[in-house]
């Protein structure tokens, strides 16, 4: 046992987990602090919900490798099934902290002045909204690294590869309906019929192909670029250590 957790990261896994998360509690006191300028409601207490459902797919990474250890097979491809699904489900709720940098522009009132980016007002509520922007990157991209891992112990690195680059394309389009239409994760559960439906209907329109494409590409490139980066850290990192011992 001791073995597969250490193949499977353990325990910096859990470091770094228990450092996220310390993160998190930091960022939501930024984000209940926050006020506008004629005071009432802090503006961004949605992120107490975002972030966590940011956090979901983190969490069900961690289920997955608690099914990888166990011995009997059949039950343990039931529960990848399974968990794997919902992981899937939820991982674009990561990435999707990184849309909400356009609310500081649409709740201040910037137009007075063009010297707005002078006033810590305008930095404070920016920098609130990027740090649990930064978190929901770093989230997805270690809970992928988590299940990408899985994936490439068992059915080899190609297949490995190809599903990172996959759920980095799905997590891009994922974040694009989130955006834009709405949906969120409980709707995949609760009424796909109608979902698969209604993005039949927009994507009739190759202006909305251009759009949906026009967007998803950023979201791939931030998240794609930010998990190469993550990965070919962890593999130097790693050889750094085999050369050291």
């Known amino acids: 046992m001791g073995k597969q957790l250490k193949q499977l990261g353990?325990?910096?896994?859990?470091?770094?987990?228990?450092?996220?998360?310390?993160?998190?509690?930091?960022?939501?006191?930024?984000?209940?602090?926050t006020e506008l300028p004629e005071g009432g409601r802090p503006p961004y207490l949605f992120?107490?919900?975002?972030?966590?459902?940011?956090?979901?797919?983190?969490?069900?990474?961690?289920?997955?490798?608690?099914?990888?250890?166990?011995?009997?097979?059949?039950?343990?491809?039931?529960?990848?099934?399974?968990?794997?699904?919902?992981?899937?489900?939820?991982?674009?709720?990561?990435?999707?902290?990184?849309?909400?940098?356009?609310?500081?522009?649409a709740r201040l009132n910037i137009e007075d002045s063009y010297l707005f980016w002078q006033d810590m007002l305008f930095w404070n509520h920016l920098f609130t909204v990027f740090l649990t922007a930064v978190l929901g990157l770093v989230l997805?991209?270690?809970?992928?690294?988590?299940?990408?891992?899985?994936?490439?112990?068992?059915?080899?690195?190609?297949?490995?590869?190809?599903?990172?680059?996959?759920?980095?394309?799905l997590g891009s389009f994922g974040v694009y309906l989130g955006r834009f239409f709405r949906f969120n994760s409980w709707d995949l559960l609760h009424k796909p019929v109608g979902l698969l439906r209604q993005i039949l209907s927009y994507?009739?329109?190759m202006e909305h192909v251009l759009h949906a494409y026009s967007y998803c590409k950023w979201i791939f490139l931030i998240t794609g670029f930010g998990y190469m980066a993550f990965c070919l850290f962890g593999a130097m990192n790693r050889r750094m250590t085999q050369g050291g011992d």
């Open 140 to 169: 997805g991209t270690i809970s992928l690294s988590s299940v990408h891992r899985l994936v490439e112990r068992a059915l080899g690195r190609i297949t490995g590869i190809i599903f990172a680059a996959a759920v980095l394309l």
């Open 10 to 33: 353990y325990p910096e896994k859990i470091y770094l987990y228990i450092v996220l998360f310390v993160g998190s509690l930091v960022a939501m006191l930024f984000v209940t602090g």
């Open 47 to 105: 992120l107490v919900w975002n972030t966590f459902l940011a956090w979901v797919p983190a969490g069900l990474a961690l289920a997955l490798d608690g099914i990888s250890l166990l011995r009997t097979k059949s039950l343990r491809w039931l529960l990848y099934l399974i968990a794997g699904g919902m992981w899937l489900f939820f991982y674009p709720n990561a990435a999707y902290l990184i849309t909400d940098l356009l609310h500081p522009f």
């Open 203 to 205: 994507f009739t329109n």
